[in-house]
């Protein structure tokens, strides 16, 4: 779509017309006695020369320069690569790299190494090998490229991810045994006190809580207890508001409240907690060749040259001003 | 005299140029009835720069202090008119001597001629056809009115074309004492309503004398092929010159100028074809003598 842009180059006609001077007669010299002179079929001489070639040079350079801006201008300029997914060990970069030794190297900046060589293909040069190394997120579709890529994929061992989380409750064994049920390579750390790291805080005391005290979300077992729980708003049986502490989530009944049956409310406020804030990691593709598919479509904006292009237009704007009124003096 | 009309055109001073022109050539258009300054008296007028020395009367400045001219009764009954065709193809160069063209000449002629008869002590007027209009600068005697004409020369510059012939009769028309015309141009328009101008005032028994200023270039036909040529006077044409067309050239300027010569021989009207490189002492003293002759 952007590339539509280029359509728009011949709007540097007009600064050519502009400038160029305008056609001038075959020079003639007033002479009284002309009337004796037989009459001649005046020429039109088509002079192309142009009046302050350097301002026209700069208005030239100026809506080019916006032109290729909003186009988007991508030039190949990398070769061969290998691409490693962030967290991969080095040994085993080296040991599929082996054939690419002369490679240039670059760290993703995520798993999803599929969509960004879809991103970015415009930047490697029609002739560049690609390999991809590491654990490489599955996509949902099989990708095609228009340059032949090797995936060297391999699952790494989740890593183990703690999440703090802060009980006041009158029942704290109730939900120490929920945030100790196995969670995946997910693990919940009880702490005593709230500290920085801590991400949920389950107050369930009748009090309220002392003012210092900050996390991203609270579950809150008596509404009374938070003024801000009054206008609440409802997402499925969860019941939701705002405060200057955190949001504050609740349930109309409140559960590990009163018996051990409402244990599953609570095993679905946590679910929600997870699905909202963590969101499923995706599977290790297996390791292929994709073949080069020259029908394969562009990707979308590369915008590799968009900040250097947007100085340049910056400064062929401001030196052509400065020769506009240069010249207009 | 200035031998060279190089020098017209380094200097916008017409006193200083008419001075050199007519260094020893004191003797006028035609004879003065009257004999000379101070014959009879009639008054005492304030001194005016240009007034001859000769003429202050000495006795009075010692009694009064101030200079007074002795005004003697001298009125001459010839008034010169100085007509000058200041169109836009009177700015025609001299392409041998830069900066020279033809209004320059043909206005140093006419200075010379105010200047002669403010010697004389004649009325002079100027009648300048330019741009459509004629400037009529009405005749008087005098050293400011030559101061006036010289002014009025100095000023003009040559645009446009002639005035209509009605334009020219209003302008032109004279008392039926006899006067002077002295007329200079360059007659390229012929019959023109100037043309027409002159020949009735020679049929009404006015002394004209035309002066027809010409080129070294135009008599040789010698233009730069090179060029394109337009008419200042006339439309977007463009001439072509080359040596294909010299000859037609010279046979058309020819014959234009053959019917001006038998036109003005025929109204007895003395007319002196004159290339503005001559040296315009030479050339204002032929002018003249051929009209003193006729």
């Known amino acids: ?329 | 005299m200035l031998d060279s009309s190089a020098l017209i055109a380094h200097t916008a001073r017409l006193d200083l140029v008419i001075r050199h022109v007519l260094a020893g050539l004191g003797h006028g258009i035609h004879a003065g009835r009257e004999r000379g300054a101070g014959v009879e008296f009639s008054e005492y007028r304030a001194y005016a720069p240009g007034d001859e020395w000769r003429r202050v009367d000495w006795k009075l400045m010692a009694r009064a202090d101030r200079y007074f001219v002795r005004e003697a009764e001298r009125d001459s009954h010839v008034a010169v008119w100085l007509v000058l065709d200041a169109t836009a193809s009177m700015l025609e160069p001299s392409r041998a001597v830069p900066e020279l063209t033809k209004l320059q000449y043909a206005r140093v002629m006419l200075a010379c001629v105010a200047a002669l008869a403010q010697r004389q002590g004649d009325a002079f007027g100027l009648v300048v056809c330019q741009g459509e209009r004629a400037h009529f600068t009405p005749a008087a005697r005098g050293p400011r009115q030559l101061q006036r004409v010289l002014a009025q020369l100095n000023r003009t510059d040559a645009v446009g074309t002639l005035p209509g012939s009605d334009t020219l009769r209003a302008s032109l028309h004279f008392s039926p004492a006899p006067s002077v015309v002295c007329v200079a141009g360059d007659f390229l328009d012929w019959p023109s309503p100037l043309s027409e101008a002159m020949l009735r005032l020679r049929r009404m028994r006015h002394d004209v004398r035309a002066l027809c200023l010409q080129t070294e270039a135009e008599v040789q036909a010698s233009f730069d092929p090179a060029l394109a040529y337009r008419d200042p006077e006339q439309g977007s044409q463009v001439f072509r010159f080359g040596r294909d067309v010299r000859a037609a050239y010279v046979r058309n300027r020819e014959a234009h100028f053959a019917t001006v010569v038998s036109d003005c021989r025929q109204n007895d009207l003395p007319l002196l074809c004159a290339r503005i490189e001559q040296a315009p002492g030479e050339v204002l003293r032929t002018w003249l003598r051929k009209a003193v002759r006729a």
């Open chain 1, 1 to 329: 779509m952007n590339s539509l842009w280029w359509w728009a180059l011949p709007v540097l006609i007009l600064p050519i017309l502009w400038h160029r001077q305008k056609r001038e007669q075959t020079k003639s010299a007033p002479l009284a006695s002309a009337r004796f002179l037989p009459v001649a079929q005046p020429k039109q001489l088509r002079v192309w020369r142009w009046s302050d070639p350097v301002l026209l040079l700069l208005r030239c350079l100026l809506l080019a320069t916006l032109i290729a801006l909003l186009a988007d201008l991508v030039l190949p300029w990398r070769g061969d690569t290998v691409l490693v997914v962030p967290g991969t060990a080095p040994a085993l970069v080296d040991k599929e790299a082996a054939g690419l030794k002369e490679a240039r190297r670059m760290t993703l900046p995520d798993r999803d190494a599929v969509n960004w060589l879809h991103a970015h293909e415009r930047e490697f040069k029609p002739e560049a090998r690609l390999l991809v190394v590491g654990d490489v997120a599955m996509p949902a579709t099989l990708p095609r490229f228009q340059h032949a890529v090797v995936l060297r994929s391999q699952a790494a061992a989740p890593a183990g991810v703690e999440r703090h989380v802060a009980v006041f409750s009158g029942r704290p064994d109730a939900w120490r045994r929920l945030f100790a049920a196995p969670a995946g390579a997910l693990r919940y750390v009880v702490d005593a006190r709230p500290g920085p790291k801590t991400e949920l805080i389950v107050w369930d005391l009748p009090e309220a809580p002392p003012a210092g005290i900050r996390a991203p979300l609270w579950w809150i077992g008596d509404a009374r207890v938070f003024p801000e729980l009054a206008k609440y708003k409802e997402a499925g049986r969860i019941r939701y508001a705002d405060s200057a502490r955190g949001r504050l989530w609740t349930m109309e009944t409140w559960p590990l409240a009163g018996d051990d049956d409402a244990a599953d409310d609570a095993r679905a406020l946590l679910a929600a907690w997870q699905r909202l804030q963590y969101p499923p990691q995706p599977f290790t593709a297996p390791p292929q060749v994709l073949t080069a598919d020259a029908k394969a479509p562009a990707g979308p904006a590369g915008g590799a040259l968009r900040d250097m292009l947007s100085i340049a237009l910056l400064v062929l704007f401001a030196l052509e001003r400065i020769v506009t009124h240069v010249r207009r003096r």
